[in-house]
């Protein structure tokens, strides 16, 4: 295990929009959908050209692999367009473009215990916080998991706000990078994105800063996510789908929307058609309102847990919720240029802590990632049914969500 280096003792917030990496309390005032723009699927793209221009419309590029098209339309009149397009017989679905945003909430404790803990308290400046009854060990035995494996280049995709470029302790585990954002370059100006690839793949023993739940994973980096925040649901979905067709076993969304997505749905069910496991944050809304991508059935939605083991305030739960991970007080990487949540959120360049479901997701992810590595003979359906099967079944299990607390020293045996 490498020293922690403690780089700021700031909280953090990042909100969830339509989409979203974990949906705030306060998301149902964000706005819903991208202006200008909508998605639209036709049952057959030979009549696209002559139902659009109906409209005043022109074609737009595809979006992934999922057959919609993104349209150019003149702001203000999204709905009207999707309706009059959904009345027409050549049309198969109309539909907005989500608004997407990057998701946590905010506490801070200066100890990272999600990958090993003894159930000792934790301290911070203020004094001891204890752990409830200084027994719970909230952690996921990422420590013991690394006796059977450490990952072995199995490759995970972070759709997010991209991965920064200087971190000495997570860049080098990026093999490529796309930018499906409306930021002018991929690097990650926000900062969310490089704070959840830590959390998957920051390198371990190299003596500076954190070690991620799998550290030999390497990473793809889709940036879609702007340098405030937020993006859209084709960025999404085309993320998705360049993560897949890149060689990901394994895809992160610490993102969400209210609203499900024809396109986005697609998308993520050709990725498991095509082998990966899909991991997405549940949200941050503290209720049981559903978010997607995680709660379309073909991806593992998780909800996040504190260090006494227990649900977080914050976390969304309810049936629909498949596992929970730590996602309180959680230790990563941040970049080391400046960046959006460090100006709005005092947080540090560098390592410091995050909160959310954001958080969770990778661990999760991660852990998912390591037993693919360490299963021969592995597919997407096993090393899901094996990641849920073995959670360690914490209280709240059957009620806040379906299968427990992830353990990744369980799922790579």
Request: proline residues 4%; neutral net charge; hydrophobic residues 40%.
């Amino acid at each position: 295990m490498k020293k922690l280096v403690i780089a700021g003792f700031a909280a953090l917030t990042l909100a969830f929009g339509a989409i979203t990496f974990a949906l705030p309390s306060n998301a149902a005032a964000q706005p819903s959908l991208i202006a200008g723009q909508i998605m639209v699927k036709f049952h057959d793209d030979r009549a696209a050209a002559g139902v659009l221009r109906q409209h005043g419309l022109s074609q737009g590029a595809g979006i992934g692999s999922t057959g919609a098209h993104l349209i150019k339309v003149p702001a203000g009149q999204e709905l009207q367009l999707i309706a009059a397009l959904s009345r027409n017989p050549a049309v198969q679905y109309a539909e907005p473009d989500g608004l997407v945003t990057a998701a946590t909430a905010d506490e801070y404790f200066p100890r990272q215990y999600a990958l090993q803990n003894t159930g000792q308290p934790f301290t911070n400046t203020a004094g001891t916080l204890a752990v409830a009854g200084g027994k719970a060990d909230a952690d996921v035995d990422a420590v013991e998991a690394w006796t059977v494996t450490t990952g072995g280049g199995t490759k995970v995709a972070i759709i997010d706000s991209g991965v920064a470029s200087d971190n000495p302790d997570i860049t080098p585990k990026v093999v490529a990078r796309a930018n499906f954002s409306t930021a002018a370059t991929g690097e990650d100006n926000y900062g969310h994105g490089t704070h959840v690839a830590g959390i998957v793949a920051a390198t371990a023993n190299n003596s500076i800063g954190v070690a991620g739940v799998c550290p030999e994973c390497t990473i793809l980096d889709a940036k879609v996510l702007n340098d405030s925040g937020s993006g859209s649901s084709s960025a999404i979905a085309n993320g998705i789908n360049w993560a897949v067709s890149n060689g990901a076993k394994v895809v992160n969304m610490s993102l969400g929307q209210r609203t499900s997505s024809k396109t986005l749905e697609t998308a993520v069910n050709n990725a498991w058609k095509q082998g990966a496991v899909l991991v997405a944050a549940a949200g941050n809304t503290g209720s049981q309102s559903k978010i997607y991508p995680g709660a379309y059935p073909n991806v593992i939605a998780v909800a996040a847990t504190d260090t006494t083991d227990a649900k977080a305030s914050f976390s969304t739960y309810g049936s629909w919720v498949d596992v929970a991970a730590p996602g309180v007080n959680v230790y990563s990487t941040f970049p080391n240029h400046p960046f959006y949540i460090a100006t709005e959120n005092g947080r540090s360049q560098g390592y410091d802590v995050g909160n959310g479901t954001s958080m969770a997701s990778p661990i999760v992810a991660a852990t998912a990632a390591l037993a693919w590595s360490s299963h021969t003979g592995a597919t997407n359906t096993s090393v899901r049914a094996n990641v849920e099967s073995t959670a360690d079944r914490i209280p709240g299990t059957g009620n806040y969500w379906a299968h427990g607390r992830v353990n990744a020293n369980n799922a790579v045996r």
